[in-house]
């Protein structure tokens, strides 16, 4: 009795099959293709291994920037371009040291590194008591009497009980961005950051600092989680305990770059525009596998594949490869402006910088009509883990085309591991899943096509 | 103009807040302590890499069956005991070796490991011609004329197209556990395994074959990815290249061992048991932190977070830890019988055997009535990223309690990591994010919650 019931099951099986819509066919294209002939995880290798650290004005940026020209013209895109863009050239210097001495235990030495964008102790150091805050109300109401002449310590932690660890990013980075001026308003002469993960780890995590022009700029640095705990402990059994530390990084005259594109032009409406994209540079810790190598491979993988499945696109794609995200963001303030200057339309810019982790959906600063219309294609994507549709969003280096009326997406990741590596040492190559990056290239192809064949109006 | 419009807002989130139910605030509860007051992953760090391998009857077992015990009486439960189970007792003996010599390309050694229960080759080991199939008709078709004397190789690897990679070693492992058997049907002296993975890697997977007790045992081995493919490139350049492989492993007798079952008695329906689940037993070349470490420490932590914060569950509640899943299944079996014998019983099962990994969902073998009645928790889950209640699914251990009526739940992780690690050496601690893991206990807590409160009928 087993047979025909099979085959009663096959023959409505391939029923189905034979009902699968154009769209779901050539999702499946592109998610299959990605997963058996997808270059980003080799592309990714190079990128992170070969090339590595890439902060804007380094060799390693140059480099990246010849790499990436080349691997777009050998990857089928009609053009290739580089767009120049004047970026700011900050450099590490030696590697930072810092210590406490107290006279109840002794002295330790403390795992930290400056923060991006800020100036250096120069070899003298810097050598004070610390007054430890929570947050910038904290550090008013301590008011100049208590903090003139000492070293801020910010050790709010990030919130662990947000889910998408991006929010808890967004609760604790004042401390790194504002803290070092608000500091010295107070008459603080150095600042320690607590670094921005959720775990308690060994290493420091660097990132931008924002200097307000009015203040005077004193030095700051990240601390480990877990120093940051040790320090925290040491205060309070010693609140007089000396904390020294030197760095010597410094910000030199800006330095020529270039954002790297890759064209596909439409056949039907070629002056509607789509990107997909992500930023070439990296802090100078890191590899920058998944900040953002994972993005910019991913971005030249998307379009190369629809290329190779013989797609031939109705708008016109673009892959753009941002210079400068990291501290300056001057790469995607030059695209937007030469787009608004050259009267471009981009109808809509996908972003990938959080991570080439496993699909989870897209985040999007659109219209509600724009976003119903992404919505309305979740049945086709949901089986690949793409079902969050719903998050604000986009990314860093497209922001400045929204005021173009260009629809922002993000491609939305999972959050989990992210801050794990995000600006430090340990953002390496190995970190990334073969698979988890190629399902989020296909997730990002797959948007592509369905914008192109249908628009967003 | 701003101010009262942020009141509003403001206004308008507390009311939202007062509207929250009480299911709502429960699960957040759950999951705040996972992230803040969880100790699934210090409980996992020391199963793993104080304890680590403990495959069934070796002294790691032992030794895990005593942490688990005293964890489990130090974590607040009422009652705590250990079920005696008869477990076999598989050693792989001195560390295998394999070379293949070729006139075309000389000789090279190759990463392999015994497959688990395989008989050993002993110290003469066995040096053979190597004939390469990718399934059991191809073999067939060969016929005992092609392959007898010779060492059959299957190299199928899994289909990297399938999304959930436990859909795409379900494809393949057909060859590790049937392979065996299969081959010495037509003659053959020895077996080569493919190891199971998508991706390509230096390391061998270990894992069960099962002989067929009408056959000849014949020795088997997996071989890394890598060198699968170096061998089947070689074996096309030169047909005639042999193979030695060498494996001293052999199965003794029988070990005693044990369950471990923690208890929390219900205040209503004390006669309707929840069990959460994992298996403490691991393969003796991993410390099994993913497989299943992971699902131990989240079944512990699963109910000492109910009672943490103060819940008084109506059902009776079981953290059960099965010893031999890997290679046998006794503990699983033996739960069911017992819980046969006793007449207890128990509405639903869960496991955690896929992995600390990022939520996805949970899948079931139920009937739909009981699949309707999880889904409609859907909106209270998937803020947290479970948001899949589709698949069919439960876990190895629990199988044998579906005749009992019992409703079998798996904890449904992101499946795309777990078969990088799966039965090798890399299966670390080191590869377990803490907010992953965390949050898959709570994921598991709010389930638990949710039929204690409501039941499934």
Redesign the interface.
Known sequence: MKKPILNLAFLLSMTMAFAQTQDEIAIKTI??TS??RGKSYSMLEYLSTSIGSRLSGSPGAATAVEWCKTTLENSGFDTVWLQPVMVPHWIRGQKETARISSKKSGTMNLNVCALGGSVGTGSTGINAGVIEVKNFDELKQLGKKNINGKIVFFNRPMD??E?N?FDAYSGAVDQRVFGPSEAATYGAIGVIVRSMS??LEDYPHTGMLRYDSAVVKIPAIAISTKHAEVLSKLLKEDRSLQFYFETHCEMLADVASFNVIGELKGAEYKDEIIIVSGHLDSWDLAQGAQDDGAGCVQSIDALRILKLMGYKSKRTLRAVLYMNEENGLRGGTEYARQAALKKEKHIAAIESDEGGF?P?GFSMTVSDTVRARIKSWKPLL????L?SFDEEGGGADIGPLEEQGTALIGYLP?S??YF?YHHTAEDTFDKV????LE?GTASMTALVYLIDQYGLK
């Open positions: 998610f299959d997963l058996k662990p009980t889910i660890a959720p775990n496993t989870r949901e089986h690949y883990g079902t999972d989990q591991r794990s899943s073969q698979r988890e399902l």
